[in-house]
Nanobody, 116 residues
């Protein structure tokens, strides 16, 4: 029953912007930390950003600080990742994850491609 559905992403030129949305269902959204991970072909999966449930405290990987913004809308049970000043090295499949303790629910991933 629990699922995480992502939308957005796509293809953009360097310096452009894209937004990813994440709409979880089947569990208590407000209790979960929401995170975005990404994985490029041949590369290890890496954490991009996360936002806590209690106080909306956000954390970012160094390589996206100042460029990406993670947010959540508890009224609409939706999390977002706003990606600005995109670089070719940001090209990857991005995954939304809802997690608490030993439980994690993963989305199918959305392609983000940054190319001229």
């Amino acid at each position: 029953q629990a699922q995480v559905v992502e939308s957005g992403g796509g293809l953009v030129q360097p310096g452009g912007s894209l937004r990813l949305s994440c709409a979880p269902s089947g569990f208590r959204f407000r209790a979960f930390t929401m995170s975005w991970y990404r994985q490029a072909p041949g590369k290890e999966r890496e954490l991009v950003a996360s936002i806590r449930s209690v106080d909306n405290l956000a954390n970012y990987a160094d390589f996206v600080k100042g460029r990406f913004i993670i947010s959540r809308d508890n009224l609409n049970n939706t999390a977002y990742l706003q990606m600005n000043s995109l670089k070719p090295e940001d090209t990857a499949v991005y995954y939304c994850i809802a997690g608490i303790q030993c439980y994690s629910y993963w989305g199918q991933g959305r392609q983000v491609a940054v190319s001229s």
